[in-house]
C-alpha cells in the first residue's frame, strides 16, 4: 500500500512523542520539507539543537501503516541549499 | 565483519567458509558464542579452542560463571545481550574485564521489540547495564544483535540511539562501535601470537623491532 507524506510526518511525531515526551516534542520544530516516495528519499527540517533526538526517532520507526519500514538518515546539513545540492549529486 | 554462526558453526561446509573469506575488500572474522551451563561445562569448552582465532563470547546469567569467564584470559567478551542475562550484571564482573583487558557486549536488539511494556522494561535494564558500565569505566561494545532485517539499522543511528536514550555521551558511543571493535579483533590477534605474554608485554627474536 503506497505511504503518504502525511502518515510519514504523522509516524516520526508519534516516534518523538513516544521516546521523549512533550519537552522535547516541543523543541524540534519539525517540516517535512521533501519526499520523493519513487527515489526513496525525504528532506526533514528541524532544529540543530535536536539532531540526535530526530535521528533517533527516525531510527526507532520500525512499521508505517502496517508496512515495515526503514528510515535511515544519510546526511544532515546545516542549510537546505547544501543538502538540496547533495541530494543532486546523489541522485545523478 | 564479524559473522555469527548458529551452533557455534558445527555444520558450517569448510567451502562455504571458503568462499565468504573469498568475497573482496571484507575481512571477516568469526565468533564463538558459548552458553555453558555449569563452570565444568564452561572449562570443558574453553579447553578445545584456546588458540581459537574466532573472538570468543560467554553468555550466561549464572554469575559464578560470568566471573569464571572474565578471569579466563581466552575469553574476549562477555555477553548481556538477552534481557535475562542483562538483568544479571554486576560491578564484579565488570571490574574483572577491566583487568583482564576483555570486553562487556551489550545489544540494542531488545530495545526494538513490538511490545510496549516489554520494550520500556528491556530499556530500563539496559540504560542500568550502561550507566553501571560507565561508571565504572568499563571497556564494552554494542551490536545490533538483530534477528529481522527490517531492524538493522546504520551505526550512526545507533550512536544516537545510545546517546539520547541511554545517556552514553557521543564519543563513548562512537568507541563502542568502532574502536573497542578494533580493541577486541587486535586482542583476539595478540591471544594467537605464542610470543604474547599480557598488554604491552611481548617477548621478540634478537634484532626484531
Redesign the interface.
Known sequence: MPLNKQEILNSIWASLWKYFGLKEASRVGLWLVDINFLEGFGIIRFSHQTKEIVISALTLITEISGNKIVLSTIKTSGTIHSIQITKKLLLK | MIVELENNGEKMRSDLKRRIEEIPNINVKYRTNINPKNLESLIKKLKGIGQSSNIIVIESVDKKIQIQAAKDSRVDVISFSEPAVLKTIFPGVISLTKQNHSFIEFSLAPI?V?NKSLQSKNLRNLYRGVQLANKLNANYIISGNFDDI?????P???I??C???LGIS?LRAKNSFSKNVVSLLNRVQMRQDKNFIELGVKLINRGEI
Open positions: 526494538i513490538k527490517y531492524s538493522l539499522r546504520h550512526r543511528a545507533l544516537s540511539v546517546h539520547t536514550l557521543l
